[in-house]
């Protein structure tokens, strides 16, 4: 008997990831937050972590609106033109 | 506005997708097995995907099969029309349905419906497929006593198929990229058709604005299903009175939007009033609300969300101090379904607190001013 494989799925983009930082010593901080309660005090407390133990500033706070949706793209690519490294999470 | 059918591939039409096929004994059983061992299943047996059965359901469908119909924001996950038909398959559908599933999957596929987003949540939802008009007759589904019931097979598998595509094509797995705290029931299969029998307003294929003829899907990223009883209430204001505190209930209440779903009995009672399906959702609307005090005593009341609904673009329905479900009352679907005894009718809540997640429609099996 043959059967056809259910989770054929259409040819897959390639995804890199970004290569890691070798320090996190005094780097920038973007903060991503996603419009959920209490998505900006968590991550604002995150940071200050980073800022106390590797001396990183933050540099911008981005937002979206849709906490579940993916971010646009623009923001995106602003983040990554204007900071180090990019934090975010849900709230709740 | 022109109204077409997808146009039948001329050639060979099985040959240009690279599909992977697995042999298996020529034994069902074993085969069932098979599938389960690959983590194809959604628990349930499924019926073994063969070649055969797959080929036949794409009769149904005049586009290549390699076609995609949706695609996952975040991952890039394509649905094509062959794997939908694959699932299909597995999930007991028998050909005619398909057109159904293609239709519903292109409606999900609209970005405001963030299928992303409703199938990967906490909050557990399941995407709950309306059929209108008279495609639904006439591949039997049911409209009728035991709804949202077992014992048909249209409505058990075609909302089967949309959850064993969402696994096994998106990759939508539970507790890996699926992160329902509870889920619900729906997530196995949620699917119902419109009741035309007895029903006095406009179907929704109509009210949705689609030609004569032409039927549709409506999908909704569904929490659980809320029964409402009431079977003394003799007036619309009676029966809406008890939907509305459902609507309104702590648990449920956000500026989601909402479907009802009214039990004949019920319908009966707005029929002989003469009440339309937009007075009927103004009612609920406007009764569908905590104080803001209330909101605040439990811990849900949000400043951003109240000015949402209260600010410029407020509907003029809106109370201030507060809190209405959804922005305005067309944000209510509101049909007829159910079988003729029992006052029995339910409130759906959307998995969206907000406006994550909107409800789609699209028609059924025709292509409308398409190239």
Redesign the interface.
């Known amino acids: 008997?043959?059967?056809?494989?259910?989770?054929?799925?259409?040819p897959?983009?390639e995804?890199l990831r970004a290569p890691p930082l070798t320090s996190l010593d005094g780097k920038t901080i973007g903060i991503l937050e996603n419009g959920k309660?209490n998505a900006t005090e968590m991550l604002r407390e995150l940071a200050r972590l980073f800022e106390d133990r590797h001396g990183c500033k933050v540099h911008a706070a981005y937002s979206k609106s849709?906490?579940?949706?993916?971010a646009p793209a623009q923001i995106l690519k602003k983040a990554a033109d204007e900071v180090d490294f990019l934090i975010t999470g849900l709230g709740d | 506005m022109t109204l077409s059918r997808p146009a039948k591939d001329a050639g060979e039409p099985f040959m240009s997708?690279?599909?992977?096929?697995?042999?298996?004994?020529?034994?069902l059983l074993a085969?069932i097995d098979?599938?389960y061992e690959k983590g194809?299943t959604d628990g349930l047996p499924v019926v073994?995907?063969?070649?055969e059965r797959?080929h036949a359901t794409l009769e149904h469908e005049g586009r290549p099969p390699?076609t995609?119909i949706a695609t996952h924001?975040?991952t890039?996950?394509?649905?094509?029309l062959?794997?939908a038909a694959?699932?299909a398959v597995?999930a007991g559908c028998l050909p005619e349905y398909f057109p159904v599933l293609v239709a519903a999957f292109e409606a999900m596929d609209k970005p405001d419906f963030?299928f992303?987003?409703?199938t990967?949540?906490t909050g557990g939802s399941a995407p709950l497929l309306i059929v209108s008009g008279g495609y639904a007759d006439d591949i039997g589904m049911n409209a009728d006593v035991n709804l949202f019931g077992p014992g048909n097979r249209a409505n058990a598998t075609i909302g089967r198929a949309v959850r064993?595509i969402l696994r096994?094509?998106f990759?939508m797995v539970p507790g890996i990229s699926d992160k329902s705290t509870q889920g619900h029931p729906g997530k196995y299969s949620f699917c119902i058709a419109e009741r035309m029998r007895g029903n006095p307003w406009p179907l929704l294929c109509e009210a949705q604005g689609y030609p004569k003829g032409v039927s549709s899907v409506t999908v909704f990223a569904a929490g659980g299903f809320c029964n409402v009883e009431n079977h003394g209430g003799n007036t619309p204001q009676q029966v809406l009175s008890a939907i509305a505190d459902a609507m309104a209930s702590y648990g449920c209440i956000t500026l989601g939007q909402s479907v009802v779903i009214l039990a004949p009995e019920h319908m009966r009672i707005l029929a002989d009033a003469g009440w339309s399906r937009e007075e009927t959702q103004a009612y609920l609307f406007m009764h569908a609300k905590r104080a803001v005090e209330g909101m605040r005593g439990v811990g849900k009341y949000?400043a951003s969300e109240y000015e949402k609904q209260h600010g410029a673009l407020a509907h003029q329905l809106v109370e201030t101090g507060y809190v209405h479900r959804g922005l305005a009352p067309e944000d209510i679907l509101i049909t007829l379904g159910g079988g003729d005894a029992g006052g029995h009718s339910c409130f759906i809540p959307s998995w969206?607190r907000g406006?994550?997640?909107i409800m789609q429609h699209k028609p059924i099996g025709v292509c409308i001013d398409c190239k």
């Not at chain 1, 008997?1 to 259409?10: A, E, I, V």
């Not at chain 1, 849709?66 to 993916?70: G, M, W, Y």
């Open positions: 008997m043959q059967l056809y494989d259910p989770t054929t799925s259409g897959q983009r995804l309660l849709n906490a579940s949706a993916p | 997708i690279a599909a992977r096929i697995h042999e298996v004994p020529d034994n085969a098979y599938c194809w073994p995907p063969t070649l797959v390699e995609v924001p975040a890039g996950l394509e649905l094509s062959h794997a694959v699932n597995m963030n992303h987003g409703s990967a949540s064993l096994n094509v990759q949000r969206s406006r994550g997640s």
